[in-house]
């Protein structure tokens, strides 16, 4: 210990994965943490329901509780960290705890997604820090780029593959011409996906951290309920074949942009360029790029979950707590890197309003002037073409695929051209259509 | 202001390209920058010999001298950034400033490189800040993650693209097929290349740099003297031709490894696998790739120069002053990362105890026998052979190129077999060696 400066005391709510790992790295670089923090950092309370569970994570490093009170009432405790999950009792106990005067270092993206605003005015208010670098992105530290970093920019917008299962989903596709629902079989036997995938493959945790990212890059309150969300459960394997032959690949990308009529937030599958560092992370990995106005292209690459990883990122908030404890508050790194007073609020557009190039798939009947009438309904939309990929029809087929990249233009637009080309009868069923972000 | 605050006030040594950058994001960014840091900031003076360039890049916005000691003594100034560079007047300017009390912030990776641990010292003894960021990659935030962001961390190895002049001649030598020596006229004409640009070439630059990552990821002192320098002038197309045959990117490194026998820390051409995301960073980026034990494999990407890149880390600097102006200097981010009495004095290893693979190049007679002999001295030397090409020789040609890619040996065994190689006469004139990183 330096100045016999007495440990950081730590209460952990929620022994599950994370949590093994925050105590596994804790002991093991306990020295180096110490190194560099010049204080040593305690775990000295567990929180449970389940204490079998716990005893075998905490292995008598720590007093084991099945009543989360018990940590947040004691007064020896100095932060507590929440890695119970979910909005519901993770809430209660979060803003039990900094009504006790204790800071909170948090793993979780959806309760800071839905429930941010209010836990932050609270802790303002309690003059205590909520720190959650761990919610986004797992252990690339993304949070502090972005609050710290990057503070000399206007950020004008960032992409993240910010899901690790559906990034590893739609590389095992690409790889394998599999279909979504085979290697969503084969993620889930190798873990790299949960029994209930849905808030995963739905875009739902891409758009948590989406979120929460938009808040920071731009001043505005954290606005997940105004967030477009589609996921990849409906992405066909021929359109990754499409997009490769075209120079793109398709990425689930959480995406926020400031505009000079709002704010985008959106979470969808999108056609990128394959040469951007951005199209090459491949696997359960994790990748932010951040535009901003002075730095201009930064990218952020590392693991976006796992035991270690995230403990990783947990543990650095600790260390930062321990900096920052005896600062005044309003010379701390605001919760949402600008100052309460500052933050705007920002419209977040419909998703009507939102301006992108679009990937177009249409079978169409092997005749003579269909195109003709397909690109006169795109212009009569104010969309051009950008490219166009035309497959030959398979002998004894009388149809075809045709394929569109259109350069930008509002949703609005785009939708209302769908619709017209979907009235002509020699276009057979719906049209598939997919965002394409050229991200320069 | 928030609080009514006095603005941060701000003297500038040196107004060149990147001062100018500094000025121009202070101005563009003013809003959004106080939205973050809760204070303005306001350059109000400016020192440079040559008052009529200044004159040009400050219009107007401050007063400007030509004696930096008008800023140093001036009480009003809270901090000074030191833009001239060199070893030289820029050092005595800085211990000049932090004598008389004031935080200083430097992009100066040579001053911190050679001059880093007096620097910090002189610091530490007044209680001020020494900020760097703008030192290492430019406008990516390193320093910030390297220091906090990974502090739950046993960092294990470092590798950065970290000089964008040589990755922009390396990028344009594989396009191209051209000569090193086509390509940096190239370079020189486009600006991307100094008119001598010896210290980027010969790898000065990037060992700077990764001098001082090295002292941040494992707590030793700057150590610039003991690292091993190579340069990219002797590179040959060829070697990048068979490079990528083999599946590899030859990139100017710099490395940093934490071994049991002491430090790696060394600048050379290397190749590494192609599939690697850091061996996609083409032209005049830079990339860290940082291997953590608790987080895994990071990777930061940016722009590692520029004027508004490099003001971008130059400002960010400028806002954490702001936030730990009032800290104790015990609880502040320490300069090197380590608490000042936690540094160990760690051995920087000399080029022929290091381990690693190896590429090698030799030019021999097109008879049997020859790779018998050559595969007999690496094996008498315990290193085996990864990889293997032979071309086969041009028509009328009795010589011909072997390429061998060998698995792990120390740097001395492979120098002796080499001797041993060089010795049999089918081998005609020296053996090319670069060396091979896995990077995994």
């Known amino acids: 210990m330096v100045n016999g400066m007495k440990p950081l005391q730590v209460g952990l709510l929620g022994a599950g994965t994370v949590g093994g790992g925050v105590f596994t790295v804790l002991q093991r670089n306990q020295l180096e943490i110490e190194r560099r923090a010049g204080r040593q950092i ?36 100095d932060v507590v960290i929440e890695l119970i999950g979910g909005y519901g009792i993770a809430k209660e106990l979060v803003l039990a705890a900094i009504a006790t005067g204790k800071h909170v270092v948090t793993a979780n993206k959806a309760l800071i997604a839905v429930h941010g605003n209010e836990i932050f005015a609270a802790a303002k208010k309690q003059g205590v820090i909520v720190a959650f670098e761990a919610a986004v992105a797992g252990g690339i530290p993304i949070i502090k780029a972005l609050r710290e970093g990057l503070t000399a920019n206007r950020i004008e917008w960032i992409v993240g593959i910010i899901n690790g299962t559906t990034n590893f989903i739609l590389s095992e596709m690409r790889d394998k011409g599999s279909s979504f629902d085979e290697v969503l079989k ?7 996906a949960e029994a209930d995938p849905t ?27 105004k967030a477009h969300i589609e996921g990849i459960t409906k992405l066909e394997p021929i359109d990754i074949q499409y997009a490769e032959q075209l120079g793109y690949r398709i990425k689930l990308l959480g995406i926020t942009k400031r505009t000079s009529h709002g704010i985008e937030l959106r979470v969808h599958p999108t056609l990128i360029p394959a040469k951007r560092l951005i199209a090459s992370v491949e696997g359960a990995m994790n990748a932010v790029q951040v535009q901003g106005d ?93 490219a166009l990929l035309q497959k030959e029809a398979d002998a004894g087929e009388s ?3 045709l394929v569109i990249l259109t350069h930008q233009t509002q949703e609005k637009f785009m939708i209302q051209a769908i619709s017209d080309i979907e009235l002509l009868p020699t276009v057979k069923g719906s049209v598939t259509k997919i965002r394409l972000e050229e991200l320069s």
Chains 1, 2 share one sequence.
């Open 186 to 192: 084969e993620a889930q036997c190798l873990g790299y």
């Open 199 to 225: 808030f995963d493959i739905e875009g739902i945790d891409a758009a948590h951290k989406a979120s929460i990212m938009s808040a920071i890059a731009f001043g505005v309150p954290v606005q997940f309920d």
């Open 399 to 401: 149809q075809t695929d």
């Open 42 to 77: 305690q775990i000295s309370m567990v929180a449970d329901i389940n204490t079998e569970r716990a005893q075998e994570i905490v292995q008598g490093r720590a007093q084991i509780v099945n009543d989360a009170y018990q940590i947040i009432n004691n007064p020896e405790i």
């Open 294 to 386: 002075a730095v201009g292209t930064t990218l952020y690459y590392g693991k976006g979950a796992g035991s270690e990883a995230t403990a990783s990122a947990v543990i650095a908030d600790l260390v930062d707590i321990i900096r920052y404890d005896s600062v005044e508050q309003n010379k701390r790194v605001p919760y949402l890197a600008f100052q309460e007073d500052k933050v705007m609020n920002t419209v977040v557009m419909p998703i009507g309003e939102i301006t992108t190039s679009y990937y177009l798939r249409l079978k169409v009947s092997d005749e003579t002037g269909v195109l003709a009438k397909i690109t006169k309904i795109l212009a009569d939309n104010i969309i051009s073409i950008d």
